[in-house]
């Protein structure tokens, strides 16, 4: 069962870019699929990114395209989300998720059932 740690978060303001990081521990890194997923207070868990388990394939939210990326490294076994022009609306707890299944709903929160403990965005106007 595989373990995951994000990294990376803190206080930044608008326009500012961060980078995050989930090691990932107690697996085979290439059996998971990955995503990060954040939620604000009172809000639910939003699909930002994911990666498939070669890492050939990657999929991104409508509402953070063109400014968040995700990668994974195989050897150090940490996907990364590369955040760019933060926005104060940015601000929540970020997540990063893995899967075993062969196929799912790469979007879902529901469709990962591990998680890491999050790390604290906040973007300042």
């Known amino acids: 069962q595989v373990q995951l740690v994000e990294s990376g978060g803190g206080l930044v303001q608008a326009g500012d870019s961060l980078r995050l990081s989930c090691a990932a521990s107690?697996?085979?890194?290439?059996?998971?699929?990955m995503a990060w997923f954040r939620q604000a207070p009172g809000k639910e868990p939003e699909f930002l990114a994911g990666?498939?388990?070669?890492?050939?394939?990657?999929y991104s939210g409508d509402s953070v395209k063109g400014r968040f990326t995700i990668s994974r490294g195989g050897a150090n076994k940490t996907i990364y989300l590369q955040m760019n022009s933060l926005k104060p609306e940015d601000t929540a707890v970020y997540y990063c998720?893995?899967?075993?299944?062969?196929?799912?709903?790469?979007?879902?929160?529901?469709?990962?059932?591990?998680w890491g403990q999050g790390t604290q965005v906040t973007v300042s106007s």
């Open positions: 998720a893995a899967t075993g299944a062969y196929r799912y709903s790469y979007d879902a929160s529901w469709a990962y059932p591990y």
């Open positions: 990666v498939n388990r070669s890492g050939s394939s990657t």
């Open positions: 107690g697996g085979t890194f290439s059996d998971y699929g």
